[in-house]
C-alpha cells in the first residue's frame, strides 16, 4: 500500500532538513525513511530528517535523524528551523519556546525576520558526560592527543547535547575534512561517535569553521558545531566572549559569557519549498 506524505524543505546556514510533522500526521516507521528520504539522488535530499512531536515536558519535542538513519540527540540549526516551522505552520504563535530534545530541553526565540536565537544550555566539559576517554577528571578536553594508526592529533571536546571534537588547522580550505573526519568518528576514544569540527581563527572576534557530522559526512553547517568550536576557543584564550563562526552555508553568532553561564546562538532559518513524496506503508 502506497500513500502520500506532506514534507517541507528547510535550511539553516545550508544544513538543510526534511521536516515532518508528527503532530498534524501519522508518520511511519522513521529510521528506514530517513535514509530513503535524505537521498540526494534517489528522494528529497537533505543532512538529516527533522520531525516536530507534541511533549510531555515541553511545549513541543524534536526529533533528529542523520542521512544515514541514526537518530542523534540534538541539531542546533535544526531546532532554528523547527521553530521557523511551528511558527509558520500554525503550532505556535509564541515569541519563545520549549522543545524538548534527546539532548535536553532547548529554548530558541525570535531574533528578527527569519532569524532565531537558541539558549543552548551549558556546554559538557567532563569527559565521561561528552563522552569520550580523552582527558580526565572534571575536564575541559583541551587539546588531547589522539593517535590516528601512528599519527597524532590534538583534539579538544565538549559536548552540546551531543558530542564533538575540535581540531585547529592552519589552512581550511585544505583540511582534511573527508580523510580525517570520519576516522575520528569512528575513534574508540568517542564511543557514541562524534561530529568532527575544523577550525581557524581569524581574529578574536571571526572564527572559520568546516564540519564532519557523525552519519551523514561533510554538511555546510553544524550549530553545535559552532557553539563547541566558539566555547573550546574561549577556554583556550582564543577569542572574545562573543564571536561570528564563519561556515561553508552562511554565518552564525555565538556568545557565553562565563564559564558557568549558558551558550546562546543567533543565526537563520529559512523554509524553502513543501511537497508530497510516495512512500510504501499505512
Same mark, same amino acid.
Given at each position: 500500500?502506497?500513500?502520500? %506524505?506532506?514534507?517541507?524543505?528547510?535550511?539553516?546556514?545550508?544544513?538543510?532538513?526534511?521536516?515532518?510533522?508528527?503532530?498534524?500526521?501519522?508518520?511511519?516507521?522513521?529510521?528506514? =525513511?530517513?535514509?530513503?528520504?535524505?537521498?540526494?539522488?534517489?528522494?528529497?535530499?537533505?543532512?538529516? =530528517?527533522?520531525? +516536530?512531536?507534541?511533549?510531555?515536558?515541553?511545549?513541543?519535542?524534536?526529533?533528529?535523524?542523520?542521512?544515514?538513519?541514526?537518530?542523534?540527540?540534538?541539531?542546533?540549526?535544526?531546532?532554528?528551523?523547527?521553530?521557523?516551522? #511551528?511558527?509558520?505552520?500554525?503550532?505556535?504563535?509564541?515569541?519563545?519556546?520549549?522543545?524538548?530534545?534527546?539532548?535536553?530541553?532547548?529554548?530558541?526565540?525570535?531574533? !528578527?525576520?527569519?532569524?532565531?536565537?537558541?539558549?543552548?544550555?551549558?556546554?559538557?566539559?567532563?569527559?565521561?558526560?561528552?563522552?569520550?576517554?580523552?582527558?580526565?577528571?572534571?575536564?575541559? +578536553?583541551?587539546?588531547?592527543? #589522539?593517535?590516528?594508526? !601512528?599519527?597524532?592529533?590534538?583534539?579538544?571536546?565538549?559536548?552540546?547535547?551531543?558530542?564533538?571534537? @575540535?581540531?585547529?588547522?592552519?589552512? =581550511?580550505?585544505?583540511?582534511?575534512?573527508?580523510?580525517?573526519?570520519?576516522?575520528?568518528?569512528?575513534?574508540?576514544?568517542?564511543?557514541?561517535?562524534?561530529?568532527?569540527?575544523?577550525?581557524?581563527?581569524?581574529?578574536?572576534?571571526?572564527?572559520?569553521?568546516?564540519?564532519?557530522?557523525?552519519?551523514?559526512?561533510?554538511?555546510?553547517?553544524?550549530?553545535?558545531?559552532?557553539?563547541?568550536?566558539?566555547?573550546?576557543?574561549?577556554?583556550?584564550?582564543?577569542?572574545?566572549?562573543?564571536? @561570528?563562526?564563519? %561556515?561553508?552555508?552562511?554565518? %552564525?553568532?555565538?556568545?557565553?559569557?562565563?564559564?558557568?553561564?549558558?551558550?546562546?546562538?543567533?543565526?537563520?532559518?529559512?523554509? @524553502?519549498?513543501?511537497?508530497?513524496?510516495?512512500?510504501?506503508?499505512?
Amino acid at each position: 500500500m502506497t500513500r502520500l %506524505l506532506e514534507f517541507t524543505k528547510m535550511h539553516g546556514a545550508g544544513n538543510d532538513f526534511i521536516v515532518l510533522d508528527g503532530i498534524r500526521d501519522r508518520l511511519p516507521a522513521l529510521e528506514p =525513511l530517513a535514509a530513503r528520504l535524505c537521498d540526494r539522488r534517489f528522494g528529497i535530499g537533505a543532512d538529516q =530528517l527533522l520531525v +516536530v512531536r507534541p511533549s510531555r515536558t515541553a511545549d513541543f519535542r524534536m526529533q533528529i535523524y542523520n542521512a544515514d538513519g541514526s537518530q542523534v540527540e540534538m541539531c542546533a540549526n535544526g531546532i532554528r528551523a523547527c521553530f521557523l516551522y #511551528l511558527r509558520d505552520h500554525g503550532h505556535t504563535r509564541a515569541d519563545q519556546i520549549r522543545i524538548e530534545t534527546l539532548g535536553g530541553i532547548v529554548t530558541p526565540r525570535a531574533a !528578527g525576520p527569519g532569524r532565531v536565537t537558541v539558549e543552548m544550555g551549558r556546554p559538557v566539559l567532563e569527559p565521561e558526560k561528552i563522552p569520550t576517554t580523552l582527558g580526565g577528571g572534571r575536564g575541559p +578536553v583541551l587539546d588531547a592527543p #589522539l593517535d590516528l594508526d !601512528g599519527e597524532r592529533v590534538l583534539v579538544s571536546s565538549v559536548s552540546m547535547g551531543n558530542p564533538h571534537a @575540535v581540531i585547529f588547522v592552519d589552512d =581550511l580550505d585544505r583540511a582534511p575534512v573527508e580523510t580525517l573526519g570520519p576516522r575520528i568518528e569512528h575513534h574508540p576514544a568517542f564511543p557514541n561517535r562524534v561530529n568532527v569540527e575544523f577550525a581557524s581563527l581569524a581574529g578574536r572576534r571571526r572564527i572559520r569553521q568546516r564540519t564532519w557530522e557523525r552519519g551523514t559526512g561533510e554538511t555546510l553547517a553544524c550549530g553545535s558545531g559552532a557553539c563547541a568550536v566558539a566555547v573550546v576557543s574561549m577556554l583556550r584564550g582564543l577569542v572574545e566572549r562573543t564571536v @561570528v563562526v564563519e %561556515l561553508r552555508g552562511g554565518e %552564525l553568532e555565538i556568545a557565553w559569557p562565563g564559564d558557568d553561564a549558558r551558550v546562546s546562538m543567533t543565526g537563520p532559518a529559512v523554509e @524553502v519549498f513543501t511537497g508530497r513524496i510516495r512512500i510504501e506503508g499505512e
